[in-house]
T-cell receptor
Framework: DAGVIQSPRHEVTEMGQEVTLRCKPI?????LFWYRQTMMRGLELLIY????????DSGMPEDRFSAKMPNASFSTLKIQPSEPRDSAVYFC??????????FGNGTRLTVT | AQSVSQHNHHVILSEAASLELGCNYS??????LFWYVQYPGQHLQLLLK??????LVKGIKGFEAEFIKSKFSFNLRKPSVQWSDTAEYFC???????????FGTGTRLQVFP
């Protein structure tokens, strides 16, 4: 099993640009989560999906953030326009029913 | 609403010292409880979990945690830490009727040889 796959591993972009982060969950998992990790705020849950449907997006900070899950094997998190305060490590995780979460290696985003 | 509190933000120990990291949670129902570990530069990995049964749970690398329902606590322990245990540790409760997993602020553990 390849685990949760995220791309890119690193992203450096200028303020105002659109950023798209990608995630491929573990095959067969039915829930997918997007987290953001910063020194100041720790690990924040942004949004999670169950069976490709967004269940809770209360953690999405602003309208500049959007997430989609068009099918069971792919999800995107988009920031448009990006700002320096969006700089963080973004983790994707997946799970099946009540099993523990499996995390991807994360995308380190730097917005200058 | 569920919440979790980790009391120790930064712990510094010498090798062979004993470790206890506090975790208290708030949730109006039955919970599953998890501890995750994040080694420097890596993603989170499951350390141990509690779903039901024996409240003393043993995980990987000699870690254990005790669920005390009356205190809403799930403290992590290890009798003798090693330098390789240097990492950040996260406690996370999850209601049994939801997939939503909320993490505590984390405890950074530094172990010196």
């Amino acid at each position: 099993d390849a685990g949760v796959i995220q791309s890119p591993r690193h992203e450096v972009t200028e303020m105002g640009q659109e950023v798209t982060l990608r995630c491929k969950p573990i095959s067969g998992h039915n829930s997918l989560f997007w987290y953001r990790q910063t020194m100041m705020r720790g690990l924040e849950l942004l949004i999670y999906f169950n069976n490709n449907v967004p269940i809770d997006d209360s953690g999405m900070p602003e309208d500049r953030f959007s997430a989609k899950m068009p099918n069971a094997s792919f999800s995107t998190l988009k920031i448009q326009p990006s700002e320096p305060r969006d700089s963080a490590v973004y983790f994707c995780a997946s799970t099946l029913n009540e099993s523990p979460l499996h995390f991807g290696n994360g995308t380190r985003l730097t917005v200058t | 609403a569920q919440s979790v509190s980790q009391h120790n933000h930064h712990v510094i120990l010498s090798e062979a010292a004993s470790l206890e990291l506090g975790c208290n949670y708030s949730y109006g129902g039955t919970v599953n409880l998890f501890w995750y570990v994040q080694y420097p530069g890596q993603h989170l990995q499951l350390l141990l979990k509690y779903f039901s049964g024996d409240p003393l749970v043993k995980g990987i690398k000699g870690f254990e945690a005790e669920f005390i329902k009356s205190k809403f606590s799930f403290n992590l322990r290890k009798p003798s830490v090693q330098w390789s245990d240097t990492a950040e540790y996260f406690c996370a409760p999850r209601g049994t009727n939801t997939d939503k997993l909320i993490f505590g602020t984390g405890t950074r553990l530094q172990v010196f040889p």
